[in-house]
């Protein structure tokens, strides 16, 4: 089944203690990304990779950082974690850059930071 | 800059009743239109688009037109049920030197049987 799939689901961590959300997708995408949602803000982009190898930032990176070292894998590292990041985070593909192509979401993961 | 607005919600309904969720965007190209669906617990899931004006998405019953004249792209159907409770987002895409997706704040449709 072609799918984006996340870990964990639910994650409740410390201040300050790092932690990694993990991406993956089976679609052979080229496109990934990653947003956030907040109550009241609707998504919002932190970053994106448009290919192995090559990230950019989106609208809200400070904080976060990302990788994508395979074409499959695409993790979010919050080096170390704050309250304000406490949010249901979306890893999101796409088959290219480019206007037609939507994107297949990830189920999500909440992150409480305390 | 580009930008997407939804109508607010909730949205309340009966089962068989119509359904509109207006959306209108600003963009300075010629932008690609979408339409997601997040069913609870969920991530959002695409469910139609359109990549030209005049184009007309549709899935499941859903249908949204693109209007360049009125920069909207409203979300109808013609009689929804229980099932369609979900919350719907626009969203754009458009490439302006940097490939980018923006979305909707989301309208939350609630049907009642």
């Known amino acids: 089944e072609a799918q984006v799939t996340q870990n964990p689901r639910y994650l409740i961590t410390v201040t300050g203690k790092k932690l990694t959300v993990t991406c993956s997708q089976n679609m052979n995408h080229e496109y990934m990304s990653w947003y956030r949602q907040d109550p009241g803000l609707g998504l919002r982009q932190i970053y994106y990779?448009?290919?192995?190898?090559?990230?950019d930032k989106g609208d809200v990176p400070e904080g976060y950082k990302v990788s994508r070292k395979e074409k499959r894998n695409f993790p979010l590292i919050l080096e170390s974690p704050s309250p304000n990041q406490t949010s249901l985070y979306f890893c999101?593909?796409?088959?290219?850059?480019?206007?037609?192509?939507?994107?297949?979401f990830g189920s999500g993961t909440r992150l409480t930071v305390v | 800059g580009n930008s997407v607005t939804q109508m607010e919600g909730p949205v309340t309904l009966s089962e068989e009743a119509f359904l509109t969720i207006n959306c209108t965007y600003t963009?300075?190209?010629?932008?690609?239109l979408f339409w997601y669906v997040q069913y609870p617990g969920e991530g959002l899931q695409l469910l139609l688009k359109a990549t030209k004006a005049d184009d007309k998405g549709s899935n499941k019953g859903f249908e949204a037109t693109y209007r360049k004249e009125t920069t909207s792209f409203h979300l109808e159907k013609g009689s929804v049920q229980v099932s369609d409770s979900a919350v719907y987002f626009c969203a754009l895409s458009e490439d302006t030197g940097g490939f980018k997706t923006i979305f909707g704040a989301g309208t939350r449709l609630f049907v009642k049987a």
């Open positions: 963009a300075t190209g010629y932008p690609s």
């Open positions: 990779s448009m290919n192995v190898e090559v990230t």
């Open positions: 999101a593909s796409s088959l290219k850059r480019g206007l037609g192509y939507g994107y297949t």
